[in-house]
Nanobody, 122 residues
Framework: VQLQAYGGGLVQAGGSLRLSCAASGRTFSRYAMGWFRQAPGKEREFVAAIDWSGTNTYYADSVKGRFTISRNNAKNTVYLQMNSLKPEDTAVYYC????????????????WGQGTQVTVSS
């Protein structure tokens, strides 16, 4: 599955953005999907994941309660709704696909999308 992320931009602290990741191919619904981010000078970190059906979601503690991951299998798209954004959320955000569910590590990602920049000003 090929992934293309979009929706990043510049927003003030406290604002919202919604990222989207469109997937090509007819096997999208078989993949768990997720988001990672990488801030300048830092390692890439896990943000959120969702299982193939959309029933179960998982979040990093730093975004829990502020970010919501969802998916629409009919549209081959996964979303990341980001609310109450903080300057520390500034990063390049990457969507990711896992063929094996439950392994939300970077090393187990099967497919990566290109990054989309999110900048939160204070």
């Amino acid at each position: 599955v090929q992934l293309q992320a979009y929706g990043g931009g510049l927003v003030q602290a406290g604002g919202s953005l919604r990222l989207s990741c469109a997937a090509s191919g007819r096997t999208f619904s078989r993949y768990a999907m997720g988001w990672f981010r990488q801030a300048p000078g830092k390692e890439r970190e896990f943000v959120a994941a969702i299982d193939w059906s959309g029933t179960n979601t998982y979040y990093a503690d730093s975004v829990k309660g502020r970010f919501t991951i969802s998916r629409n299998n009919a549209k081959n798209t996964v979303y990341l709704q980001m609310n109450s954004l903080k300057p520390e959320d500034t990063a390049v955000y990457y969507c990711a696909a896992w063929a094996v569910h439950g392994l939300w590590s970077e090393s187990s990602v099967d497919n990566w999308g290109q990054g989309t920049q999110v900048t939160v000003s204070s």
